[in-house]
């Protein structure tokens, strides 16, 4: 089914890795290639199905871990010259170890540049901040998250023409649900009973309130709930401070 919007993917494969990695709390060192290939085409078909913009990087990383793949299942032998018998996953390890160092220190200075940006020359201080709402949430946890509430959806229901809702009418829902609340739980903006149908869309909405800055999406700790915050209510409380 076409949905009527195309949303560019903000993170990239090395992301999904190692979301991966983390999420099951796998070895780095000895990534079970065969269970992340069939778990990463996993999310590709779910991107698929949401009308997202996929990369190049992320079918020639698909492309990488079935080749990989391909020659785990192969036997060695001992004739075989020692550059044949190294390890295939090595090159995919080496590849993550360096980008989760990359990633690591890009974390180290946002933090930094947020503690700026949070300091005011007046004893006080606004209620809240960006900081107070706990780590960043990625793309790919966002998605997990999403998967589970399509699994709760009813299977077999019909998708009825009227509910055909737009991505601007599902902003407005959200935003309704914000109004004079400080957050709201990333399950709490999916309706009961709602279709497939429906239910992708208003994650669609969701996707591009965070792309054009309108929401943060924070949790206290990793893998912990889900919440959505208003970017503009942050903005008001510091505004109002500072005068």
Known sequence: MEYGVKLEIFEGPMDLLLHLIQKDDLDIYDIPIS?????????LNL????NLEIAG???????TLMRIKSKMLLPQHENEDEEELNDPRDEITKRLLE???FKEASKVLKNNLEKQKDVFFRKTQPEFTA??????????DLMDA????LEK???GSKEIIKEEFTIEEKIRIIFSLLEGKKF?????????????????ITFLALLELIKIGQIYVRQNETFSEIRIYRRTQINADSNADKR
């Open 57 to 63: 990087d992320f079918l020639i990383m698909a492309a």
């Open 146 to 149: 999403f998967r589970k509430v």
């Open 184 to 200: 709201v739980s990333f399950y709490s903006i999916f309706l009961k009973d709602e279709s497939r149908y429906s239910i992708i």
């Open 47 to 50: 991107m698929k199905e949401m």
């Open 153 to 155: 959806a009813k299977k």
């Open 99 to 101: 980008y989760k160092k």
């Open 35 to 43: 269970k992340i290939t069939s778990e990463y085409l996993a999310y």
């Open 131 to 140: 900081e107070d709402f706990g780590v960043d949430v990625s793309l790919f």
